[in-house]
């Protein structure tokens, strides 16, 4: 009987240890918690903040400047199947917000073409393409052309205005569209994941795709599609 006692104990130590082992392993390799005071906000209310990020559709791009980056035919096609998909819904979007790009701003025409009850258009220079942060696995890029571009700062502010919890002001759950740019749109899901920001670079976006953030009143964050463009037709994808 002792022994068996001994054997017990020791089997259940040997498993607290691997577990204690395991823990220490993953805090090791994981080692940051949820910040829940990320967005240096309260719990005002109990409402929730929905954001639909939308890639705009394919473009020109190899055009000679960056006004002739519009559409493709493909890309207008693209971004209506988005438009009927977010229609379907049936859900009563607050605002639909583009960035200053043309093919952005071509996209959340398409979009708001679609919609039973069109949204006026809300232009915000901050979601221009860009480069935040030097990407980890490296690829061919200097910290140098990063920093010349100075990219960061603004995207920052731009993901500051539209990623937070709700004010106190709100009193109804809100529903955003925002079509933008895959840079800028895979720089945001790390960031407001708390996953290292260098890794933007690892995330493949479909043109017309839409990534769908909710973002709680207690500062919780729920990434609920990344990228989804299951509603786009297999031979008309493309990233």
């Known amino acids: 009987m002792g022994i068996i006692l001994t054997v017990i104990t020791y089997h259940q130590n040997t498993i607290l240890e ?3 082992l395991n823990r220490t392993v993953d805090q090791i390799l994981f080692s940051s918690l949820w910040n829940n005071s990320w967005d240096s906000l309260k719990q005002e209310n109990n409402w929730s903040r929905h954001l639909y990020l939308t890639r705009h559709g394919k473009y020109f791009q190899n055009a000679k400047n960056i006004k002739k980056m519009k559409l493709t035919s493909l890309g207008k096609e693209q971004i209506t199947y988005t438009g009927k998909y ?3 819904m049936n859900i009563n979007f607050d605002r639909l917000i583009h960035s200053g790009m043309i093919r952005a701003l ?7 073409q679609q919609l039973n009850y069109p949204l006026k258009l809300i232009d915000d220079q ?3 393409e ?3 942060v030097l990407p980890s696995p490296y690829v061919n890029l200097t910290q140098r052309q990063i920093n010349s571009y100075s990219h960061k700062q603004r995207m920052d502010e731009a993901f500051r205005t539209y990623f937070h919890r709700a004010y106190y002001k709100q009193y109804k759950d809100t529903h955003d569209i925002i079509v933008f740019h895959a840079n800028v749109l895979r720089y945001f899901i ?3 994941m708390q996953f290292p920001i260098e890794f933007w670079l690892n995330i493949e976006l479909n043109h017309g795709s839409i990534t769908h953030i909710t973002i709680l009143s207690n500062g919780n964050v729920i990434l609920q599609k990344v ?7 297999s031979n008309k994808l493309t990233v």
């Not at 071509?106 to 708001?112: K, L, M």
């Not at 990228?227 to 037709?233: K, L, N, R, T, Y």
Request: proline residues 7%.
């Open 86 to 88: 977010l229609n379907e």
């Open 126 to 128: 901050n979601l221009t």
């Open 227 to 233: 990228g989804d463009s299951g509603f786009i037709p």
């Open 130 to 132: 860009g480069l935040p």
């Open 106 to 112: 071509q996209s959340a025409i398409i979009i708001n």
């Open 18 to 20: 691997d577990i204690h």
């Open 190 to 192: 790390c960031k407001v």
